[in-house]
């Protein structure tokens, strides 16, 4: 839409050497002059915006190329400045140039309309949103919307912009925010409708926010649930993100949908038996279901680490996310052992994500990310990777090692891997809980690394054997030998 702008501009500003005495002559230099300001200033700002060194040294050098030729035009309308000036001419040229301004911004947008629901399903009223529009890195607009009666607002949204929309703070709701991605294929109408990827967040507290991503289509309207402050599953939106899921399993395409796009959120600690599902399809799950169980799993970790805190606290019954907490996992919070029932919840889910898992983890494309993306909460099933590792795809053998080196478990949980004769694994499986070890199990583990340690060679073992064997001389050097 610039390129056309700018040459209608350029046509204009060469057609106006031989009328520019007439009267009428500022009805077509007034647009062209106010289109070659418009291009010509967002340019410097986005040349502005990204001075610096490399890359962004590289973004303002385009961004002055490109606004060469605005100054090239400029400059000829300022040549070709209209001789006479009348009240009528002007004024005509002012109404062309906004409706040329109002055209152009009805072409390039589309309407999209956005329902704000509350906790039960039901429209919500009155809630402000403040908006803001980014393209080229640099901010367009910024704009205010008040949801009706029927807890809508509608606005016209540019797909090669990104926007974000901020629900103004209030006491009974968590913060909500909505961006759109820009999509810079888009050309205009005669461009096949787009298809916006529309991400929504809560802050389930100061410290946690998640999101889910939905796309929609033209005419669809985008329903944003709000959830109540501290609540920790919503059960409308945990229904909408099971009905999303739902379509993929189906096959309907979703455009900028993912599985774990769809997954960032409490809520869909709940969908594990619908994503255990699509993992046992035959001959190879849908894209991202494996991923999608990784975002779970990091979602509950981060919960777990919340709730430790929460033991850390003088009086965790007063602590309001306890208070969620508890509900959530159906504990009363003034007991003593509310926070061993949120505990027992975690670690429930977790085996749950660990069995929906464990029938990739001999694949190529295996899950064993998802027992690592626990952390604490799957060390129970490192244990059981001894079943599978030795049959397992090469690759998923890796991804074994690979979560045994970062583990933090502790060695019984991977004995079998310390026990092995497998120098790879040996070396992972010591580095994962060095931390852990005793004088007695150090003593054993420098035995261990000593026999395949072959300075020679140069491999991830003896990588792990070169930090290790110095790290565990030091710590046992002050015990005596028994």
Known sequence: MQMFLLIGSLLVAF???????????????????CVTLRGLTHLLRVASAHSGQGMEALGTMFALLAAIPFAVVLLVLLFTFPRKWQLIPAAAGMLLTVALFVSTHWISTVPVTVEILGPRGTPLS???????????????????????????????????????????????????????????????????????????GWKLAKEFHQTTTVSIRPNEVLRVFVKPRYLIVSEPLQAAIAIRISLIQSGTPTAFESLSSLCQNTESLALIPQLADLLNIQPAPPPGTIKAMIVIAETLKNLSNFEKRIRREKDPAGNRLHAALCAWAGADPALA????????????????????????????????????????????????????????????????????????????AVQWALDSNDPELIAAAYNGVSEKLNPAQLAIAIERLEKINHPSTNTRAQMHVEVLLPQFKARIAPFPAQ
């Open 337 to 412: 052992d509310s926070i061993n029932a949120v505990s027992a919840k975690f670690q429930s889910i977790a085996d749950d994500l660990i069995a929906a898992s464990r029938p990739r983890w001999s694949d190529e494309n295996t899950s064993v990310g998802v027992v690592q993306s626990l952390g604490p909460l799957g060390w129970r099933a490192y244990a059981d990777f001894a079943e599978v590792y030795s049959t397992a795809h090469p690759r998923a053998q890796r991804s074994i090692r690979f979560a045994l080196e970062r583990s933090h478990a502790s060695a019984e």
């Open 15 to 33: 057609a106006m050497f031989p009328i520019r005495r007439m009267t009428w002559a500022p009805v077509i230099w007034l647009p062209a002059m």
């Open 126 to 200: 009155g809630l402000r949103f403040a908006g803001g529009e980014v393209r080229d890195g640099i901010g367009s607009s910024t704009f205010n919307l008040i949801t009706d009666a029927e807890g809508r607002f509608h606005f016209r949204h540019n797909p090669q912009t990104s926007m974000t929309l901020e629900m103004a703070e209030t006491s009974d709701f968590s913060p909500v925010s909505i961006s759109f991605s820009s999509q810079p294929g888009y050309t205009g109408p005669n461009a096949p409708p787009p298809i916006l990827s529309g991400n929504i």
